[in-house]
């Protein structure tokens, strides 16, 4: 993904994440499905599903540390104006350490994500190439587990749920043709 796209994507679902009020003027929840949500906005229209991790930990020199962090989501975006399908993005609540691959485990299938740049630091996404066949590994499992490293050093695993994913991404796949 070219760096703008990072950066307005990043800020875009920063906005929706962190600002309920912003959310519900720009993108509309359409369904809920156990432990993920569907979302579409207007023109253009785009749609995701959208995840909070069911629990976290934090180590820091091989301890469980107390942190503070932002939101905590696993995205998947439709837009078909720009052709995309099936786009993963993970928001960790805190800048990713650059250079640092962040890794999702869905089963025994692993999968990289590259932190964004810059603003987009909080962000990480895998090669657009991956994106089916995680999609395809979530579809098939019954959790996704996600650990990165913050830019201070702190390693976070934040465990998702897959119950209701076919059923959201469906729904999205649906709305966004």
């Known amino acids: 993904m070219p760096t703008g796209t990072w950066k307005a994507l990043a800020l875009t679902l920063a906005a929706l994440v962190t600002s309920p009020a912003l959310a519900q003027a720009a993108a509309e929840r359409v369904a809920a499905h156990n432990d993920w949500t569907v979302f579409q906005t207007g023109a ?6 959208v995840s909070q991790p069911t629990g976290s930990v934090a180590k820091r020199d091989g301890q469980n540390v107390q942190v503070n962090r932002g939101d905590i989501r696993l995205f998947v975006r439709f837009n078909p104006g720009e052709g995309v399908r099936n786009e ?3 928001t960790g ?3 990713l350490r650059a250079g640092t691959p962040v890794q999702l485990k869905v089963g025994s299938e692993s999968f990289n994500l590259t932190p964004g740049p810059g603003d987009a630091s909080g962000w ?4 657009a190439q991956d994106d089916g066949g995680i999609v395809a ?3 098939r499992g019954s959790t996704a587990t996600i650990t990165g490293v ?6 976070t695993t934040d465990t ?3 119950s209701g994913f076919t059923a959201a991404i469906n729904k999205a ?5």
């Not at 253009?44 to 599903?49: G, V």
């Not at 913050?150 to 390693?155: E, F, H, L, M, Y």
């Not at 796949?173 to 043709?177: M, N, S, T, W």
């Open 44 to 49: 253009p229209r785009e749609c995701y599903i």
């Open 88 to 90: 993963v993005s993970f």
């Open 93 to 95: 609540g805190y800048p």
């Open 124 to 127: 990480a996404w895998p090669a």
């Open 137 to 139: 590994a979530m579809r």
């Open 150 to 155: 913050s830019a201070r050093g702190t390693t």
């Open 160 to 162: 998702f749920s897959l």
């Open 173 to 177: 796949d649906e709305l966004c043709k």
